[in-house]
């Protein structure tokens, strides 16, 4: 396990870190988590040097049912009581878009902190930050809030994780004393959302750098297209696809850890031992180059010029367009039905495509005049 600095919290944490919002689950029900199988993976992490669990008061909750507490932290409460405890770091996260009035970010603190069992938290972040989420939390005093939450103990560093685009990002960073971030971040997806230039900034400021979605939710780890597999047969390097996305981002000095959502021991296993490469600056400009191939050949793929502007909302008949549109793009992609089915089914049903009524309004409104319920159609019929 490589170990990197991060940022001005002054802290040394493991290049990996475990994401524990992809903890296995049983009967596919996100709040049913398998215990015994988490706690094995957990532990592996643990004692192959990862120090960087990273969960959320929401994670791992029951979908579907509004927005309520997960039981991700609980998971983690239980496994590293005790000694273990003091040798790893807790990230965990103030639900921004669960608070509905002010009296609500102690209470929301005090869960997490009961559920983890700990009576502090090393990293605490304001999670999902959007420009609407942040404006709301400003005008609800969550700085000040965080200021005094640090102030007492209970939380040691404060940070933010972040959905929204680049001016976004460096508008936040400015405005208070953040000491880490956490962004999207990963071969396909350097100029959205922070993206590099974002990443690059905050890192300036000595804003310790913690990437979310490194194999964009896993897509980036499934067997790729022929084209793209042509592409990596050029490498001198037999790596996994897996192995090939984490190491693109810890080539980056300013990045601190990366967190993986890990769902098995294998890929725990598999990714503990890339992470001993970790090193960042180690990739040669032939290997640099191979990643803008295979990048150029995934967005090439898409077949929507969606920008999820959102101007298409509400439709009529409740369909979330920028989402199926969104899926529409990543089939085309990645070329992988079941994993599209996975996420088209992950949306509430109300919001799936199949609720389209081919009324049209949408077709007025999409700036980039996107034959919109045509796709909404193919997706229905795709996804069936
Ligand atoms: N704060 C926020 O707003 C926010 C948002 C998103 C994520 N996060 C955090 O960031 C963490 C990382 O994001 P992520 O979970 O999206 O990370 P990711 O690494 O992009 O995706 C995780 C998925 O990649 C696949 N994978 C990982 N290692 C693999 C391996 N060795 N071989 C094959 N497949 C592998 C698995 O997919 P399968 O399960 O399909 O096998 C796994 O579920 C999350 O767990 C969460 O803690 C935070």
Known sequence: MQYRKFGKTGETVSALGFGCMRLPILNEKSENIDVK???????????????????AYVYHRPMHQGISKGFSENVLGNCFQGAKREKIFYATKLPTFVIQSPDEFEKTLHESLTSLKTDRIDFYLAHSLTKQTWDRMIQMGMLE?????????????????????????????????WEFAQIQYNYLDIRVQAGTEGLHYAASKNLGMVIMEPLRGGKLAVTPTEEVRNIWKKSQYDRSMAQRGLLFVWDDPAVSVVLSGMSTLDQVKENVRSADSAIAGTLSDFERSLYAEARKAYWNRTVVPCTGCEYCLPCPAGVNI?????????????????????????????????????CGVCLTKCPQHIQIPDHLQKLTEQMK
């Open 322 to 358: 920028p989402s199926n549109l969104n899926i529409v793009n990543e089939l085309a992609m990645f070329g992988d039905v079941t994993l599209s089915k996975g996420n088209y089914e992950f949306q509430p049903p109300s919001e799936r495509s199949e609720n389209c009524v081919q």
């Open 145 to 177: 809030f965080l200021q005094k939450a640090k102030e007492s103990g209970k939380v040691r560093h404060l940070g933010f994780s972040f959905h929204d685009e680049l001016p976004v990002f460096k508008e936040i960073v400015d405005s208070f004393d």
């Open 37 to 55: 199988r988490a706690e094995e993976m957990l532990n592996y992490a643990y004692e192959h040097g990862v120090t960087y669990f990273d969960t």
